[in-house]
């Protein structure tokens, strides 16, 4: 049954996506070519005897982590989680098209903060993210846990954290 949903799906997203992708196609890999080339089978039972073979072709290599299926909705869903993360070779696919903004501030509340040996301070916030001061500017208190921490990309793809409202600070997020 899970076969037949995805292999419906797949075909519901070449059938649908198809004739959307125009001139600008992205470069596929033959997994995918595969899934298209079924398009051109004239006979429904070949047809769909090609999409099932090339779907379990498909399936077998996600599990296999040989490919890896993303949607742009998905990974747009996940852009604040890893906001100021370095950049990955599926962020770097996935750049904003024409159109689109890209995300350069965020509000976020601390779930606490440490202060290095140099003076300078590690924020932790609630969702697991970790920013770490890089310059050497002097916060003279440590903001408390639940208040905001603000963080902004410069157009240089530097960041700079703002917590609670007192002056920013640049920083960076770790891993």
């Known amino acids: 049954m899970k076969r037949l949903v995805l292999c419906a799906a797949a075909f519901a997203a070449v ?3 198809g004739g959307a992708f125009g001139a600008e ?3 596929h890999g033959p997994m995918i070519q595969a899934l298209y080339d079924c398009r051109a089978l004239a006979d ?3 047809q769909l005897a090609c999409f099932r073979t090339a779907v379990d072709a498909l399936q077998k290599a996600e599990q296999q982590r040989h490919v ?3 949607d742009r909705e998905a990974a ?4 604040a989680r890893d906001f100021g993360a370095k ?3 599926l962020e770097k696919a996935l750049q904003p098209t024409k159109g689109e903004k890209r995300l350069s501030y965020l509000a976020l509340k601390l779930d606490h903060t440490q202060r290095l040996g140099d003076g ?5 916030t609630d969702d697991g993210a970790v920013w770490r001061q890089k310059d050497q500017r002097d916060l003279p208190d440590e903001p408390a846990k639940g208040s905001t921490l603000e963080v902004r990309r410069s157009v240089f793809g530097v960041y700079y954290c703002t917590p609670a409202h007192l002056f920013a600070v640049e920083c960076e ?3």
Request: hydrophobic share 45%.
């Open 68 to 70: 890896v299926i993303v």
């Open 44 to 46: 429904d039972a070949a």
């Open 173 to 175: 997020r770790t891993p």
């Open 76 to 79: 747009h869903a996940n852009q």
């Open 25 to 27: 196609t992205p470069p």
């Open 120 to 124: 300078r301070l590690v924020f932790f």
């Open 87 to 89: 950049k990955t070779t």
């Open 15 to 17: 059938a649908i996506g």
